[in-house]
């Protein structure tokens, strides 16, 4: 076995920095490679996002427009097709958050919203956040229950 206190990177694999600024004898001494004068050779510069030479950048010549709600409550609509193939998938009657969350239909925090694309061949109980009136319709029309289960469910 190889004695790993040995182990060095392989040849050429690691090169030394180049010392800038360290005297004219360095080859780096004088501008440190920064040419001459110039805004870009003062020390501390760092060119801010978005910075275009002094033109106006494109940030500020195009309007401010539109408008954010802080109050949308954002859904992910999960359809009746999906609810019967994981249904099938896992041969169940009840299909609630947790189920959807397990199987890899929603994600941690997703509030779900049961939407009408597809059809149920049974009676299935569902539990979500919210439901679409075609949905909730289908469901019951099939013999099935649909159950409003609390937003932090």
């Known amino acids: 076995m190889e004695d790993l206190s040995k182990l060095k990177p392989a040849k050429g694999a690691v090169k030394d920095n180049k010392r800038l600024g360290r005297g004219q004898g360095s080859g780096y ?3 440190a490679g920064k040419g001459h004068k110039g ?4 020390t501390g510069y760092n060119r801010r996002r978005g910075f275009e030479g002094g033109q106006t950048p494109l940030v500020r010549r195009l309007p401010k427009f539109g408008f954010t709600n802080p109050t949308r409550v954002e859904y992910k609509g999960i359809n009746l097709d999906a609810i019967q193939a994981l249904a099938d998938k896992i041969g169940v009657k009840v299909i609630d958050i947790p ?4 199987n890899g239909l929603i ?3 997703d509030l779900v919203k049961i939407l009408g694309r597809g059809e149920l061949k049974g009676g299935i109980e569902v539990k979500a ?3 679409s009136a075609t949905a909730k319709a289908a469901i ?12 932090r469910g």
């Open 129 to 131: 956040h919210a439901f």
């Open 107 to 109: 994600a941690r925090n």
């Open 99 to 102: 189920t959807m969350r397990k």
């Open 140 to 151: 019951e029309s099939k013999g099935g229950k649909t159950e409003v289960v609390d937003t």
């Open 29 to 31: 001494g004088g501008t």
């Open 39 to 42: 805004q870009k050779a003062d």
